[in-house]
């Protein structure tokens, strides 16, 4: 088996602005406004034979935990 580069990519939190759908998503039921899909695009980029990534974490969904900081490289991508 080989050794492969366990990255972990981390999408940041939106701020809260006046601008910001933050307050009306309660309303439609949704937790963000927009998918993480420019992080998905580059971790779908990275060679699969020297890179292993388990899943993308959007801060703006779930926190990040101690659980899933086990990778080699933990990245906010913004």
């Known amino acids: ?6 990255i972990l990519p981390v999408y940041p939190k939106f701020p809260i602005t006046f ?3 933050q307050y009306s998503l309660k309303y439609i039921g949704k937790k963000a406004i927009m998918t993480p899909t420019g992080l ?6 990275l ?3 020297h ?3 388990h899943r993308i974490i959007d801060l703006n969904i779930e926190p990040l935990t101690d659980d899933y900081i086990k990778s080699d490289y933990p990245g906010r991508f913004a």
């Not at 088996?1 to 366990?6: A, D, G, L, P, S």
């Open 19 to 21: 601008w910001g759908f």
């Open 51 to 53: 890179f292993d990534i």
């Open 40 to 45: 998905a695009t580059v971790a779908a980029m």
């Open 1 to 6: 088996m080989e050794n492969k580069i366990k």
């Open 47 to 49: 060679p699969e034979e």
